[in-house]
């Protein structure tokens, strides 16, 4: 453990995520004291002191990688200490570490692609490196596929957090999971646009030890936020503790989380072939009128100029919570100040500075474990950079099913597919639309805009 | 040729009571009541800020939009409080279990608002969201547990959306085209809840008599409610959590005065 091997000062210095993890403001006192009892295994303090000369040059104990807590829905819920305790520890029990992950059955996830994917950057045989979520993702979206990783605020738009369950670019309907082929999609050809590369170098059996992993941490994160969530529903009886039964954590927090994911593949959209014989010129000018009508109503967002500029100042799901937390505790925070706490009983009295103890901590919290909210813009459709893929079949995904976690709305039931296609077809024409006639009094380009 | 027949329901009856008893409480809900009241804000309420319609001006900038977080009457009463069973067990009537049988709310997009501001969903009753506005919607429904949903929502157009599970946190519904416009849905899996109209009255039919029930009452504004006085009492409603029993000919709450400081 305390070695001073090639492998293990690896894993330490080249993963500036674990220190992260480790340091980062906002994780309670208590967390890091858990982290460091973890590393020091002896738990005598003459011993880690005699370490820290090493440490400084960079060799001795590497510090185990942890999965970083939830704090922000933990503040959120308003959880106790005992209670954070009790998530991490029915965490630990059914996913194990960024390390050594388990998984039960149900998840539906295959253990041995995990382990390829898992752990420190490490090999064992000549030309095979394991640790592939290490080496590849996690500066960006964090050991714990927070989005966090850090570099992560100095990306726009931010890395995905994985937490929620929600992802963008998928050829399933709004609300459902991605397939497994559509995370191996987005691997592939990275997002355009966006500071997600393309890691199409990768073999195929490391791109999908790679999509398993993705999916082993969004499970992770769903159950872990239905965990948090769910000490809101217990009963006076059950004393501020979930049931730590296999009914409780598998059939009602696990299943749930897992049967979406296996049911994704049963949920690609059905997509009609766009008539062969199609006369383009008409359907762009079909396009075209959908595009600014009632019904589609595209131009509400994307702006009359196609240019993105319409509805400019909304958020995506993630940094929509997030906002919503500052103002809470800004909110709070100015409504504690203004109370008259001469006017109270004992009893308002503490729940008075209850409450000041929370708000605070949430806002140490917020200013730790979360990156500043910041607005979506509807996709400029005059450059031709499409995130999800440019193919006309993932424009059709788009408007069909709208995105989720952004404010782009489901088409489907709406629209009809043939006149899908004709949007699709337009919004194809627009990079390449110069003239701009389109209700503004100058030639309209791109490039001018930007 | 009436005898024997007497004597077969009479036995049946004594089966009846013989469960009814083995079964404690639960069995003894033969009989149904309502429960009613009236929500009344304490103090004086602010004036609802008003909204500046900033999209579709030619539409929504005609109807004088307010902030309707916080709505009281003349009289002080407080609309768009909820208030829901909260208990697990709790006996439902046989009529009302199955959510798909139950009429379907309709939220409507109206004048760039949503109507009802606050709405009541059982788990499998249909939400029928429509578009009595010339201009385009979409309804943006954050739920935690059913999968969310967003569907743009055409000028006389609707969508249906059920709801397989219910969510212990009232579902916002916004429109992201018109980023004012919000409306808040409670999704519980019996149909025991109301919301408070606009005189702060409820009522909430077919409840079983003498089981004592744990209710919950939320508002946008003041959250959970635990600070109010019934018949001039204070309550004991630690997180807005309270129990009430129903009695047999129906049970009046008469006034739950809420304070002003709660909001």
């Known amino acids: ?97 960024p390390d050594e992950p388990v998984v039960l059955a149900e998840t539906g996830l295959d253990e041995a692609k995990l382990q390829l994917a898992a752990g420190p950057v490490r090999s064992d045989i000549v030309g095979r490196k394991n640790g592939l979520y290490r080496e590849h993702c996690a500066h960006c979206h964090g050991v714990t596929g927070d989005g966090m990783g850090p570099t992560a605020a100095f990306l726009n738009p931010y890395p995905r957090d994985y937490r929620p369950g929600v ?207 910041r607005m979506i813009r509807p996709r400029n459709l005059r450059q031709g950079i499409y995130r999800g893929g440019m193919r006309p079949l993932d424009l059709y995904y788009r408007i069909h099913a709208g995105i989720n976690g952004a404010p782009m709305p489901a088409a489907k039931g709406t629209v009809p597919p043939e006149d899908i296609w004709h949007i699709v077809n337009y919004i194809r024409s627009l990079p390449y ?17 930007l | 040729m009436s005898r024997p027949s007497h004597v077969r329901t009479r036995g049946r009856c004594l089966v009846f009571l013989c469960l009814a008893a083995w079964c404690g409480q639960a069995a003894t809900a033969a009989e149904w009541a309502s429960l009613k009241g009236r929500f009344v804000f304490d103090g004086t309420a602010p004036t609802p800020a008003a909204i500046t319609a900033d999209k579709d001006v030619e539409v929504c900038g005609k109807h004088k939009l307010v902030n309707e977080e916080l709505v009281v009457s003349e009289n002080g009463g407080l609309a768009n409080v909820v208030i829901f069973v909260r208990s697990k067990k709790v006996t439902v009537h046989p009529d009302l279990a199955d959510g798909s049988k139950a009429d379907a709310l309709v939220l409507d997009n109206k004048n760039c608002r949503f109507e009802p501001h606050v709405g009541f969903v059982q788990t499998g009753q249909t939400l029928t969201i429509k578009n009595s506005d010339p201009v385009g919607h979409n309804s943006n429904i954050a739920t935690m547990k059913n999968s969310p949903s967003n569907s743009l929502i055409p000028s006389d157009g609707s969508a249906d959306v059920t709801f397989s599970r219910d969510e212990a946190i009232p579902a916002a519904v916004t429109c992201n085209i018109h980023p004012w416009m919000k409306a808040y849905l409670v999704i519980r899996p019996n149909p025991y809840g109301a919301v408070s109209g606009a005189d702060g009255s409820f009522v909430i039919e077919n409840l079983p008599v003498g089981e004592e029930l744990e209710f919950q009452l939320w508002h946008e504004k003041g959250g959970y409610l635990d600070e109010f006085t019934l018949g001039g009492k204070k309550a004991d409603a630690k997180r807005g959590r309270i129990d009430f029993t129903v009695e047999a000919g129906g049970t009046d709450l008469g006034d739950i005065v809420v304070a002003g400081k709660a909001f």
């Open chain 1, 433 to 449: 639309d110069f003239n701009g006639t389109l209700g503004v009094d100058r030639p309209m380009v791109a490039r001018d805009r």
């Open chain 1, 167 to 373: 992802f963008k670019f998928k050829s399933t309907e709004r609300a459902d999971k991605p397939t497994h082929d559509d995370l191996v999609l987005v691997l592939r050809n990275g997002l355009a646009g966006s500071s997600m590369p393309s890691f199409d170098l990768l073999s195929e059996s490391k791109i999908d030890a790679l999509a398993e992993y993705v999916k082993y941490l969004s499970i992770r994160g769903e159950v872990e936020l239905a965990l948090m969530r769910a000490y809101f529903e217990l009963d006076d009886e059950d004393q501020g503790k979930l049931p730590e039964t296999r009914e409780f954590l598998v059939e009602e927090i696990l299943a749930p989380v897992a049967e979406a994911w296996q049911s994704a593949e049963d949920a690609v959209i059905d997509v009609p072939e766009m008539p062969a014989d199609i006369d383009l010129v008409a359907s762009i000018a079909k396009g075209k009128e959908l595009f600014y009508g009632n019904k589609a109503n595209c131009v509400k967002c994307h702006g009359v100029t196609g240019l993105g500029d319409g509805q400019a100042n909304d958020y995506d799901d993630w940094n929509k919570v997030v906002l919503q937390a500052h103002k809470t505790v800004q909110g709070g925070l100015e409504q504690a100040s203004k109370a008259s706490t001469w006017e109270m009983d004992s009893d308002e009295l503490s729940e008075h500075e209850a409450d000041l103890v929370w708000l605070e901590r949430f806002g140490k919290v917020l200013d730790g474990n979360a990156l500043q909210p």
């Open chain 1, 1 to 97: 453990m305390s070695a001073c091997g090639s492998v293990s000062s690896q894993s330490g210095k080249n993963s500036p995520a674990v220190a992260l993890e480790e340091t980062s403001p906002g994780t309670s006192p208590r967390q890091r004291d858990r982290a460091i009892g973890g590393r020091g295994s002896t738990g005598l303090p003459w011993l880690l002191l005699a370490a820290m000369p090493l440490v400084a040059i960079g060799c001795g104990p590497t510090p185990a990688a942890s999965f970083r807590l939830n704090m922000f829905e933990a503040s959120q819920q308003r959880l106790k200490p005992s209670q954070e305790q009790q998530v991490a520890t029915i965490l630990a029990a059914m996913f194990g570490s």
